[in-house]
């Protein structure tokens, strides 16, 4: 079975920092896109910014020059490194995968962490 788990949230007052961090466990073959999205209260889940397995990377317009998605191959993780926060930020962060797995070689599965409260406070 495939998890991901991630960790990192918290609060903090607008213009600080938080780093996020999603580690992808289990019978895992490979690892293609892995990103993270965000749900505001009343909202829907939104992409925040995406990462390919090559590393390059995508963002939403209103994170771009404050957040930075980078991930680490080797230990199957994705970080997003958020700075200059805003209390519009403020939401439940997920990280999501498009992932192989060991025992389903033929196709990749999406998958979703549990996610991790942010709260930007003004």
């Known amino acids: 079975q495939v998890q991901l788990v991630e960790s990192g949230g918290g609060l903090v007052q607008a213009g600080g920092s938080l780093r996020l961090s999603c580690i992808a466990s289990?019978?895992?073959?490979?690892?293609?896109?892995m990103g993270w999205y965000r749900q505001a209260p009343g909202k829907q889940r939104v992409l925040v910014g995406a990462?390919?397995?090559?590393?390059?990377?995508y963002y939403t317009d209103s994170v771009k020059g404050r957040f930075t998605i980078s991930r680490d191959n080797a230990k199957n993780t994705v970080y997003l490194q958020m700075n200059n926060l805003k209390p519009e930020d403020t939401a439940v962060y997920y990280c999501?995968?498009?992932?192989?797995?060991?025992?389903?070689?033929?196709?990749?599965?999406?998958?979703w962490g549990q996610g991790t409260q942010v709260t930007v406070s003004s």
């Open positions: 999501n995968a498009e992932i192989r797995p060991s025992d389903r070689l033929l196709d990749e599965y999406e998958y």
């Open positions: 990462t390919t397995s090559e590393g390059s990377a």
């Open positions: 289990g019978s895992i073959f490979s690892i293609n896109g």
